[in-house]
């Protein structure tokens, strides 16, 4: 498949009257392609072509992906990078991948809350920009929830070998389908598992102009939403919808991005009537595993889904890929002999292959020579009645960040853990807040830097013999 021609293996599926896409208002495939058409001329102007790097940062919006589907088809390497992030986030980034091009958000300031039916955007010539990396058409960065972002790399081909796993997955909404979409649209769940797939599958894709739950359960009623796809925070903001409308057509409710807490999965469950299934996956390739059937329960995983290849060595899982798919020879350690190493600890069942998630691999810490799980720490906290999450880090100490109910402090989450855990594993600092602060993505900050600061501290209580 020709480089700049890739993209038209989604864009071409369907009749023209064929609908795409609903927010504000529908988006026919026809009305899709002929915006494309038009943006593919714009940036031939601009001097866009094969091997240009282009940064793209503009408000979410039906413009945004119109913008990206045409750039792909100029043969740009496209960088995303999230709209709401501070300048502090957003110009390091900037600096590191040095793109020839700007294509940003114009008539807007800040951090906008919903999608758009459109979107204003200026084209900007950068200096020093330095061409694509040859093959490569999506960068993306890690979460950067616990470190340096990684830049990530990936060819048109790894693109569409996702969308083929999707097809895989039994259950995965196809034509006829009309699927709600939460998720981010520049985060790589809402664009493949929700925007690629949809055009490639016939779905017809639902995305909120407002992100308030009772507007959206609102619209899912109103649109005959047959599956959404969303974090467990959509979920958790879901179920506690009153009054909330019927919604006959709904089948599927999708999760991605970190584990279903328990009590959302019931708390939905009760409310909606259906489970929540996880899909699991990384930025570098995509989907990896994934439960439609309504079986899994968390924190179960599912099964490698058809064309991803997975072991796990000493309860941690790693993927095989064909190349590293970090940028400028970052994270040699990460990829080595054809097989990822994802840093997330699983574990595999012989007889059925279901994937479990553990917890992290980078979360074992040593503390007086004996190691500790610090995902075993954040499970104690979380089976607290009133706290709904929690991260627990070591740096000089053991210290829990928790979000709470207001009445707890850290004398009564001393004693929890004291009765439940071995006196090595104690917090020994908490930082407790009503909800702890996430990244872009939704996911929760593990970063202990980034979170001092955002999350008031309390010392522990002591217990006689403590020094």
Not at 71 to 95: H, M, N
Not at 179 to 206: D, E, K
Not at 292 to 297: A, D, F, K, M, N
Not at 409 to 428: F, I, M, N, Q, Y
Request: charged share 20%; aromatic share 6%.
């Amino acid at each position: 498949m020709a480089r700049t021609q890739w993209t038209s293996h989604l864009l071409n599926r369907g009749a023209d009257d064929e609908p795409w896409a609903v927010s504000s208002a529908p988006v026919t495939r026809g009305q899709l392609r002929g915006a494309v058409v038009e943006l593919e001329e714009r940036f031939r102007n601009e001097g866009i072509g094969e091997g240009s790097s282009v940064l793209l940062r503009m408000t979410p919006s039906f413009t945004y992906i119109q913008v990206l589907l045409a750039l792909w088809s100029r043969g740009a390497q496209v960088v995303l990078v999230d709209f709401r992030l501070k300048p502090a986030e957003y110009e390091p980034l900037a600096r590191l991948v040095r793109p020839q091009f700007l294509v940003a958000a114009s008539g807007a300031a800040g951090p906008v809350a919903g999608f758009r039916q459109e979107s204003e955007f200026t084209v900007r010539r950068l200096p020093d920009g330095r061409p694509a990396v040859d093959g490569i058409r999506l960068v993306q960065f890690s979460s950067g929830s616990s470190g340096r972002p990684k830049v990530i790399g990936r060819p048109a081909a790894s693109v569409l070998a996702e969308i083929d796993r999707h097809a895989g997955l039994p259950g995965i909404p196809g034509a006829g389908d009309r699927v709600m979409l939460l998720n981010s649209v520049m985060h790589n769940m809402g664009l493949v598992s929700g925007v690629l797939h949809a055009l490639a599958s016939g779905a017809t894709l639902i995305i909120p102009p407002t992100v308030r739950p009772a507007e959206v359960v609102r619209l899912m009623a109103a649109t005959g939403t047959t599956a959404v796809y969303g974090t467990p925070v959509h979920y958790d903001l879901l179920s506690r919808v009153s009054d909330r409308p019927r919604l006959p057509a709904l089948r599927l409710a999708v999760s991605g991005g970190e584990r279903v807490p328990q009590e959302t999965y019931e708390n939905f469950r009760a409310r909606f009537g259906l489970p929540v299934s996880p899909v699991y996956g990384l930025t570098e390739i995509g989907l990896i595993a994934g439960d439609l059937s309504g079986t899994s329960v968390p924190p179960q995983l599912g099964l490698p889904v058809p064309g991803a290849e997975v072991k796990v060595v000493d309860e941690e899982l790693y993927v095989r890929m064909d190349h590293s798919p970090y940028l400028y020879g970052e994270h040699a350690d990460r990829y080595a002999d054809g097989w990822l190493r994802t840093c997330d600890r699983v574990r595999q069942d012989p007889a059925t292959r279901v994937l479990s998630m553990i917890g992290r691999a980078d979360s074992l810490a040593v503390i007086g020579g004996l190691k500790v799980d610090l995902t075993e720490v954040e499970n104690v906290l979380l089976a607290h009645d009133r706290v709904a999450e929690a991260v627990v880090t070591h740096g000089e100490v053991v210290e829990a960040f928790v979000g709470a109910d207001p009445a707890v402090g850290a004398d009564e989450l001393t004693v929890w853990c004291r009765e439940r855990l071995s006196p090595v594993k104690v917090p020994k600092r908490f930082h407790v807040t009503r909800l702890l602060p996430r990244n872009s993505m939704g996911k929760l900050i593990r970063d202990r830097a980034l979170m001092l600061g955002r999350v008031p501290s309390e010392p522990p209580a002591r217990a006689q013999g403590d020094r």
